[in-house]
């Protein structure tokens, strides 16, 4: 049986798993294109009602819904727990984490998205110019399995603060988490179907993608979020895409060496590996690569992997990823690797136990692509340099983690990257006022902050003539040698 979605005889249904028992946690609906587009047609009704309410009345509901989830934290964080393997402690970060950032994003919608003045120029004086951010009205968001909470809020919660309805499509491994934000959310705002959740596998994706919404945002790999895109091609409907990462940690010489190991070892191991942020790839000068070493080994050594909720690491939540870590693994060690914690035997499924790999020659697969698992590689470089240098050396682009106690801001804006963590790990992430993205095949667009609010809203620009002006050029009634006057007045306002 698969380790989280079994399909059960009558097609319209699948269940989901516990990846640590195969125990059977729900049981959801297969929705079908047609049933999604209904969903989408729902929505849009939903959404004139939902965008005509002044930011204030929104901030009051999404508050509430705060209060709820809050009240309900247990729940929740059970029932990922359920869903994905994690431990304990690891589904009540990713709530809290939910809970700061729906606070942020109702509380800043206003301010960020409200009506404001620009300046018309020395050309237009006789204008009034204004912005206003608008709602967009339906977005569809396609979230991921491994923050199945955190993560699509980081899309939902904004796009509903900017006044959008939201049609959510959760992942296939994680459905259960989806119904539940949905069904909260109902209870706060009961008049119409603002957020709603389809559920199903890629071919639901697919048909939300095609259901007429007026943008999609999308979290998973670059491959399927390709496909995504292709499927929003179609009819030009624009997206946001969040894709993997291999994100690289530098330590320089006159790093904390304490601080930089128990970054490395969390950012790497935490969520066994599955985090998009998560730590890869280690470049440590030579100097100190001895020591900071000893100190990811010592660490790395004591983590254990199970399925009581007090374990260090949980399973892996996705069958198929074994087979890609395994691989990755045996790819290094026969490219001249050494394994320094574990090897490929630390694989048992569905758990992995931490691995640490040294001397990777830089071709190798657990450098260039996405492990997802709890996996890290140490390689020494020369100078500070270099290791930029080789962390740039990717076609992904999404965080970065830099160690130093002289050069932290100077080399993360080296980095080509969307997020830089100095002297910590993934601190961007619980910063709700911080756009978060990537580039290259990690994405584009970006969640959380004011830019993550912009997303979800369409800018409208407004001009209102408030006198006559002298030159009139943009009339065929205008009078001869106004171009020729309007010409002479740049020259003497631009020429310096």
């Known amino acids: 049986m698969s380790r989280a979605v079994s399909q059960q005889a009558d097609e319209q249904w699948f269940t989901s798993l516990d990846p640590r028992t195969a125990e059977v946690i729900g049981k959801h609906r297969v929705h079908s294109p047609i049933e999604v587009r209904a969903a989408v047609t729902r929505a849009r009704t939903a959404s004139l009602w939902w965008g005509g309410l002044d930011h204030a009345e929104r901030k009051r509901r999404l508050d509430a819904w705060r209060a709820l989830v809050l009240r309900r934290l247990d729940d929740i964080v059970e029932l990922v727990c359920a869903e994905t393997g994690k431990p304990l402690d690891d589904a009540r970060l990713e709530l809290v984490l939910v809970v700061d950032h729906l606070h942020w994003a109702a509380r800043n919608a206003e301010k960020v998205l409200r009506r404001r003045r620009v300046s018309p120029g020395k050309l237009m004086f006789n204008q009034a110019a204004t912005v206003e951010y608008l709602p967009m009205g339906v977005v569809g968001v396609i979230g991921p399995w491994n923050y199945p909470a955190f993560t699509p809020m980081g899309s939902i919660a904004y796009a509903l603060a900017a006044g959008n309805a ?281 969640i959380h902050g004011a830019d993550g609010l912009r997303e979800f809203a369409r800018p409208q620009s407004v001009t209102r003539r408030r006198f006559w002006a002298p030159l009139q050029p943009n009339t065929f009634a205008r009078a001869n040698g106004t171009l020729r006057r309007l010409v002479r007045l740049t020259r003497l306002l631009y020429r310096r």
């Open 166 to 446: 939201v049609v959510f499509k959760p992942s296939e491994l994680t459905p259960g988490v989806g119904e539940w934000l949905a069904s909260t959310f109902a209870e706060v705002v009961p008049e119409h179907p603002v957020l709603t959740v389809v559920t199903g596998f890629g071919a639901t994706g697919a048909a939300l993608c095609r259901s007429g919404v007026d943008k999609v945002a999308f979290t998973g790999s670059t491959a399927t979020g390709k496909r995504v895109m292709a499927a929003c091609a179609e009819s030009l409907t624009p997206v946001l895409v969040e894709c993997g990462g291999k994100d690289p940690l530098i330590v320089d010489s006159d790093a904390d060496l304490e601080a930089a190991a128990e970054a490395a070892v969390w950012g790497a191991m935490s969520n066994a590996g599955q985090t998009c942020v998560g730590v890869e790839r280690v470049y440590v000068v030579d100097s100190v690569a001895d020591r900071f070493t000893e100190l990811v080994v010592r660490r790395a050594r004591k983590l254990k992997p199970g399925g009581q909720p007090t374990a260090h690491l949980g399973p892996i939540t996705m069958p198929e990823q074994v087979g890609i870590i395994r691989s990755h693994i045996a790819d290094a060690l026969d490219k001249g690797g050494r394994a320094l914690v574990g090897g490929l035997d630390s694989v048992r499924p569905p758990y992995v136990e931490p691995v640490v790999l040294a001397d990777v020659p830089e071709d190798s697969a657990a450098i260039t692509e996405e492990t997802f698992g709890p996996t890290l590689t140490i390689n020494r470089v020369s100078t500070v340099d270099e290791a930029v240098e080789l962390a740039n050396a990717t076609r992904y682009g999404l965080g970065a983690t830099v160690f130093s106690r002289s050069r932290g801001p100077e080399l993360a804006r080296r980095l080509r990257c969307g997020m830089v963590s100095v002297n910590g790990v993934v601190s961007f992430a619980g910063i709700a006022s911080l756009p978060f993205g990537g580039v290259g095949d990690s994405g584009f667009g970006r």
